[in-house]
Every structure is written in C-alpha cells, then in structure tokens.
C-alpha cells in the first residue's frame, strides 16, 4: 500500500528542492512554516486530512487507442510507461476532496463522423476504513465533426481553467530557477506576466483564478521585501500543491 512522507520545512534553513522531491516521491504533502506557531497549523492540518483519508493508494492508467500517437499528463505527478500505457500515481485523497487532472492526447485525423473512443482511464484505489480495493474504468471519447461545424464549437471553459493555472505553476518554477541565479526582477517580472495572463483571460472573475492573481502579486511585492530564501520557501510550497492538481488547504503550502 505504501507509505506518505509528510515534508514540512520549518523556518528558513532547510532545502526546499529536498522537501519537494521527497514529497513527490513519497506522495505526501509539502508545507512551509517561518514560524513555530505557523508549523503547529500545518500540523494540525495534517493530522486533519489523515483522519479524514478515505481512499489511499490511488493511481490511474491511462490506456491509448491503438492510433493514438502520444499523450502527456499535463499535472506535475509520478507518472511513468507501462505496457497498457502511462500508469499516474495519485496518492490519497481525503474526505470531500477533489483532485484535477489534466491530459493531453494527439488524436490523428479520422474520416468516420460520430463518437471515437480515444482511450480508457483504469482508476484503481483502496477504500477506507475496510481497506477494499475497487477498479472503475472510464472511456475517453471524441465526437468527431466536419471542419467546419468543429470550427465553431467552443472549448470548455474548465479545461482552459486549469491549463492556464498548470501554466502558473510552470511561471512559479521559472522564478524559483531566477531567484536562485540571483535575477530578482526577472523572478518578479515572471510572476507578474502570469498574473497579467489569468487577469486578461475570459473566466478572470473565477474565483481559484482571483486566488492565484493575489498570490502572484503579493508575492511579487514581497520580493522586494523579503531575501531570495524566504520566497523560493513559499513559492516551492504554494506549486508543489497546485501543479498536483489540488486547491484543498489540508495538501500544504505556507502557513
């Protein structure tokens, strides 16, 4: 079944690139605390959504159709190829929590019109308390069009949501990798080109795109406030969460 590594850097003088990579590896939760009043809420939120578990062990394999040329998983997850596929480790997940995932497929051109399925999700977990393992199995399907009537249809608003948010996370990377080479205006100017980019989008006014433009931008701000240890601290911790696909408080962050 596994075990999860709990990886939370209290003040400022741990490595945070460690923190994340044992986090990743260990499908755990990554939290920064400055200070020891601030580690005792992260904890505490901790302990929270160990509790709350109810499903651990989760994973998904991804299943191509035999012309699918590639596909990409677009979400920052242990992922690696397997025989039927791509195999994605997801961890576990706590009471009333929602997970995003997000694929990408190159899907060839067909001549039939009408559903094609694409591929098949096998997404395997063990349920809690009674430690059962359950199997459910979703096809991915296309609805392939003429030209001109797909020309006109419009993408789902939630899709574009979450890639533009998996892009701000690939920004925040950006500006660690700046910050640590010593450039603390390009760093800031990363964040604030992305948060430009979430304020000019057409679904702004959503409320986890509101959430990531003020984080963006006090951490801009805080740049010029704060040394470079203290901001790769947050920034690490605010990504590590989000690029998983997760907005629940209980996956970590700075506290």
Same mark, same amino acid.
């Given at each position: 079944m596994?075990?999860?590594?709990?990886?939370?850097?209290?003040?400022?003088?741990?490595?945070?690139?460690?923190?994340?990579?044992l986090?990743?590896?260990?499908?755990?939760?990554h939290?920064?605390?400055?200070?020891?009043?601030?580690?005792?809420?992260?904890?505490?939120g901790?302990?929270?959504g160990?509790?709350s578990?109810?499903v651990?062990?989760?994973?998904l394999?991804?299943?191509?159709?035999?012309?699918?040329?590639?596909?990409?998983?677009?979400?920052?997850?242990?992922?690696?190829?397997?025989?039927?596929?791509?195999?994605?480790e997801?961890?576990?997940?706590?009471?009333?929590?929602?997970r995003?995932?997000?694929?990408?497929?190159?899907v060839?051109?067909?001549?039939?019109?009408?559903?094609?399925?694409?591929?098949?999700?096998?997404?395997t977990?063990?349920?809690?308390?009674g430690?059962?393992?359950?199997?459910?199995?979703l096809?991915?399907?296309?609805?392939?069009?003429?030209?001109?009537?797909?020309a006109?249809?419009?993408?789902?608003?939630?899709?574009?949501?979450?890639?533009?948010?998996?892009?701000?996370?690939?920004?925040?990377?950006?500006?660690?990798?700046?910050?640590r080479d010593?450039?603390? !205006?390009?760093?800031?100017?990363?964040? %604030?080109? &992305?948060?430009?980019t979430? *304020?000019?989008?057409?679904? +702004? @006014? /959503?409320?986890d795109?509101?959430?990531?433009?003020?984080?963006l931008t006090q951490?801009?701000?805080?740049?010029a406030?704060?040394? !470079?240890?203290?901001n790769?601290?947050? %920034?690490? &911790?605010?990504?590590?969460? *989000?690029?998983?696909?997760? +907005? @629940? /408080?209980?996956?970590?962050?700075?506290?």
């Amino acid at each position: 079944m596994g075990t999860r590594a709990l990886s939370s850097g209290i003040g400022l003088g741990y490595d945070e690139l460690v923190l994340a990579a044992l986090t990743e590896g260990g499908a755990g939760n990554h939290s920064f605390a400055e200070q020891p009043e601030a580690a005792a809420t992260a904890l505490a939120g901790e302990v929270e959504g160990l509790l709350s578990k109810n499903v651990q062990a989760a994973s998904l394999l991804i299943k191509p159709g035999p012309d699918i040329a590639t596909i990409s998983v677009l979400n920052d997850l242990p992922s690696q190829s397997v025989a039927d596929g791509i195999s994605v480790e997801l961890g576990d997940f706590y009471a009333d929590e929602a997970r995003r995932l997000v694929l990408a497929f190159e899907v060839p051109g067909r001549s039939a019109l009408g559903l094609a399925e694409v591929a098949e999700l096998v997404f395997t977990y063990v349920e809690l308390p009674g430690v059962v393992q359950h199997t459910v199995t979703l096809p991915v399907e296309v609805n392939v069009l003429p030209g001109d009537e797909a020309a006109g249809r419009v993408r789902s608003v939630e899709v574009q949501k979450e890639l533009l948010l998996l892009q701000v996370q690939r920004e925040k990377k950006r500006s660690e990798d700046l910050l640590r080479d010593g450039d603390v !205006a390009g760093a800031r100017h990363a964040l %604030s080109a &992305a948060a430009m980019t979430l *304020a000019a989008a057409p679904m +702004r @006014d /959503d409320s986890d795109l509101v959430d990531e433009i003020n984080w963006l931008t006090q951490s801009s701000a805080l740049m010029a406030e704060r040394d !470079a240890t203290y901001n790769l601290k947050r %920034s690490t &911790a605010s990504r590590t969460r *989000a690029s998983r696909g997760s +907005r @629940d /408080d209980r996956r970590g962050g700075e506290r």
